[in-house]
């Protein structure tokens, strides 16, 4: 009944062969975004303010009314929040695929978590 030590090596092993590859990255971002101190994106709350760490799905310009706006997809495993940054056609390092920590209050638009003009940091690849 007892298992040996390679019991989680075989464990881990069979996981990473039988699992959605989609599934496998989620989990290594919501892994990376807990060491990182961040909040899961699918635990945060309007008005709160969070500390969000993941992968930047889409980055688009919005051009909404007169001013320009910048929008972001990030994805941290659990659940996506929309970066935006008002009146910028364009950031430096904010790319799809990039990995990013932004910091801000939550807010809810159109039904989707949203941080407006976010704190941010480039994560360098692990």
């Known amino acids: 009944m007892g298992?040996?030590?390679?019991?989680?090596?075989?464990?881990?092993?069979?996981?990473?062969?039988?699992?959605?590859?989609e599934e496998l990255d989620a989990d290594d971002l919501s892994t990376r975004a807990e060491a990182q101190g961040a909040q899961r994106a699918c635990?945060?709350?309007?008005?709160?303010?969070?500390?969000?760490?993941?992968?930047?799905?889409s980055v688009e310009l919005c051009p909404r009314d007169a001013a320009a706006t910048l929008e972001a997809e990030l994805f941290d495993g659990t659940e996506g929040?929309?970066?935006?940054?008002?009146?910028r056609r364009r950031i430096p390092g904010i790319e799809p695929g990039r990995t990013v920590k932004a910091h801000g209050r939550i807010a809810v638009r159109d039904g989707r978590k949203v941080l407006y003009n976010p704190y941010y940091e480039l994560q360098t690849a692990p």
């Open 3 to 21: 298992g040996t030590k390679g019991d989680g090596y075989w464990h881990r092993l069979v996981k990473k062969l039988t699992t959605d590859v």
């Open 43 to 57: 635990d945060c709350r309007s008005g709160e303010e969070v500390t969000v760490f993941g992968r930047l799905r």
């Open 81 to 87: 929040v929309t970066l935006v940054w008002l009146g």
